[in-house]
């Protein structure tokens, strides 16, 4: 109890501290109007030709990488003061950024006048926040892991099926494995037209129509996923 009323306290306290600075500044909003004419601000970037400064991206990873900023104290010693020392007063000395790039997109002009200090610090505290790399690792291995996946699965998973069906057990619907012994034509149907009592033990619960969610190739590739996992099923002893 005295735990939970210290973190309670905790999370108060840091509550208010937070809102105290962020009620004046909104750092996403300045990032946006403040330095996304030049920066693509994207995670990750888009590419394209002819860029006027590198990706935000890129820079937040760079300078972590290059000041090695490890925690919250190393962000308020060296991100957030470098950030706004550069922005006001970029120079080739202090640039992480290397030669080759330097000569490629030209000194960023100062953004005296145009940002101040104090926006600057939203902006950093934003950006150290947001250009997260074990997030974006983490998001690029999901993405990956997803489209790994055979065609038919990443369908049900993008389509909400899974909500009612797991794919091995039964859940508020069938499993589909348990549905794989269905026809063809049968799935293919039930899919587009919905269906209700028709397998017992459900509760009598409905199944809803996917009329037009998707094309006839889509159907057929859901059925025939539907289907490899019934082989998979009756292999395994
Ligand atoms: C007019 C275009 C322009 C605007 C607006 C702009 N930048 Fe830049 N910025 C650049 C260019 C070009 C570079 C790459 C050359 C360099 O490092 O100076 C750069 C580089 C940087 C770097 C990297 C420094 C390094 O050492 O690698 C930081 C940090 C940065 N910008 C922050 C900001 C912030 C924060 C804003 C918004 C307040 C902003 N920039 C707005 C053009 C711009
Ligand atoms: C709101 C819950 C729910 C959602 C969402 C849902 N289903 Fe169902 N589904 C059910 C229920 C319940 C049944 C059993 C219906 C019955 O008993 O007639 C079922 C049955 C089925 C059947 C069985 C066909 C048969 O002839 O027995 C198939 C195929 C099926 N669902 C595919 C899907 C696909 C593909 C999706 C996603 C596009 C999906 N379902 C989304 C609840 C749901």
């Given amino acids: 109890m005295r735990y939970l009323a210290g973190l309670i306290m905790v999370l108060i306290l840091t509550g208010c501290g937070d809102k105290a600075q962020e009620t004046h500044y909104n750092g996403a909003a300045l990032l946006e109007k403040k ?32 000041m090695k900023i490890k925690d919250n104290e190393d962000k308020a010693k060296k991100f957030i003061p470098f950030i706004q020392d550069y ?41 150290f926040t947001f250009y997260d790399q074990e997030k974006y690792l983490k998001e690029m291995q999901e993405k990956a892991a997803f489209y790994a996946l055979p065609k038919g699965e990443q369908l049900v998973r993008k389509s909400g099926c899974l909500n009612c069906h797991d794919i091995q057990k039964a859940k508020v619907g069938p499993s589909f494995a348990m549905i794989a012994n269905k026809g063809a034509e049968e799935i293919i149907d039930v899919i587009q037209n919905g269906s209700q009592g028709k397998w017992e033990g459900f509760h009598n619960m409905l199944m809803p129509a996917f009329k037009n969610k998707f094309t006839q190739d889509e159907l057929r590739i859901l059925q025939e996923w539907i289907h490899t996992l019934g082989t998979k099923d009756k292999a395994s002893p």
């Fill in 35 to 66: 330095c996304g004419i030049c920066h693509n601000l994207k995670m990750p970037p888009d590419t394209y030709e002819d860029e006027k400064a590198p990706p935000m991206m890129a820079v937040v990873f760079h300078l972590k990488d290059f």
């Fill in 87 to 127: 922005t006001l007063e970029p120079s080739r000395e202090k640039s992480y950024c290397d030669e080759a790039s330097l000569d490629a997109y030209g000194l960023m002009p100062s953004q005296k006048g145009n940002v101040t200090e104090d926006e600057l610090k939203a902006i950093a505290e934003y950006i």
